[in-house]
């Protein structure tokens, strides 16, 4: 039986460490059975981040960008490049991230176990290696969209994979059918978080979104932004209303309620919903809440955990 073919593929800009950290994890992952090539985006990058990995990484494919691809246009070049070499998989990652040995072996299993599945990693945080990390959100239109669990451990997730709303785009192992049935990612509504709009996609068109709970992937905490309210009036105006880009501008959110959503009714009612649940909140001198209301997942999701 020949090796199964995976291309895994990541757009960077500007993190030289985090990208070399990366690669120097993935050099240690299991490849039995598999034949892995990587293919890194460099979308612009001024801090000598493609000259490193020529130097650390050869085998490693470098993508030159211009600097204005960002997340979604970066991943889709890299998909593209990555569906010339013909593999069986993509995976699709990104640079803040650490992997587990056996995190690859453990992904393709349960894609080849369960045809026609998408399949997503138990992300982990680095800083606090129990705690699970944006896996397995729910959507709740009159919460105000997405909400997130704050409280899941390695040991609340179910044991076995479990099918899911939404996986988000910091590792996903896409069979090369996904790409020939849906195409990319949609880069002109949504230049970050275009896998926000391109899972929930693929899920419609018939294919199911599962967890590997044995793939451990440990991710960066999350970037904590400048808060809007303390920007300058033009700092502002900018943000919010020109910087399409920008995941805070109000134009690229509302793309992404309407294509992340169920359906686009309920994205267009939890856009609403969010906003005034944010002017309550500042009313009463609080924040947005964005929990779920926790339950161990295990529990949660008892009756999504697939059948062998």
Known sequence: MRNKKV??????????QLTLQCLKSLARIDRTGLDVHIIVVDDGSTDGTSEAIRENFPEVEIVQGDGNLWYTAGTNLGIETALKRQPDYVLGINDDSIFDENFLQRMVECAEKYPRSVIGALLLLWDAPHRVFQVSPKWNVWRGGWRYWEEQTVW??????????????????????????????DASKLAQYGDAEFVPRIKRNGWRLLVEPRAKVFC?????????????????????????KNAHNLIHRFHFYLASAPTKTQGFAAYWIFYLRWIEQKIKGGSVDTKTGEKNLAETFANSVVKD
């Open 156 to 185: 609340t997730v179910p044991a076995k994979p479990w099918s899911v709303e939404m996986i988000v785009g910091n590792c996903i192992l896409y069979p090369v059918q996904v790409f020939e049935e849906n195409g990319l990612m």
């Open 7 to 16: 291309e895994i593929t990541m757009p960077v800009h500007n993190r030289r």
């Open 220 to 244: 960066q905490p999350n970037y904590e932004p400048k808060k809007v309210l303390k920007l300058s009036l033009p700092e502002k105006m900018n943000l919010l209303f020109y910087d399409k």
